[in-house]
């Protein structure tokens, strides 16, 4: 399997939860030191000029994803920046569902991975954490 999705529930419209994914980002993602490329200097993280970006306490920044699709309300996709070997993708997709939006995050490439760091992001457990951490702004 070179892929893996998980996804949640929020309690808004697509355009609200493609916002709050998107433009803030750096309210809802949760800081420490496995969620950072550099966590020394990380101070916070925005989609900004094309970019996913970790912005640095020293005013630099490491861009890990470079955003290949933007569809607000219902779609996003960057590729991967920090995996030297090979072209990974994430997707978020944004749906409209009775009470809310369901929103769904595949992540793909996952072959070009050494086994086990594809095998931990295949668990979904990294993933589950992320879009935890989104759906905690309604909870």
Do not use: K
């Not at 000029?49 to 306490?57: N, T």
């Not at 955003?67 to 920090?82: G, N, S």
């Amino acid at each position: 399997m070179s892929s893996v999705q998980t996804g949640v529930t929020v309690p808004v419209d697509p355009g609200t939860a493609f916002r709050v994914f998107t433009d803030e980002i750096d309210r809802w993602y949760v800081r420490g030191p496995h969620s950072w490329v550099d966590p020394e200097r990380a101070v916070g993280i925005r989609f900004e000029d094309g970019f996913l970006r970790e912005v640095w306490s020293d005013g630099g920044h490491v861009d890990t994803g470079r955003i290949v699709v933007w569809e607000p309300p219902h779609r996003l996709v960057w590729a991967d920046l920090i995996n030297p070997t090979g072209r990974m993708e994430i997707e978020v997709a944004f749906t409209a569902v009775e009470g809310g939006t369901r929103v769904l995050l595949e992540h793909r490439g996952l072959d070009t991975l050494p086994p086990a760091v594809a095998g931990r992001i295949r668990s979904g457990y990294s993933w589950n954490i992320v879009l935890g951490w989104f759906a905690g702004q309604w909870s």
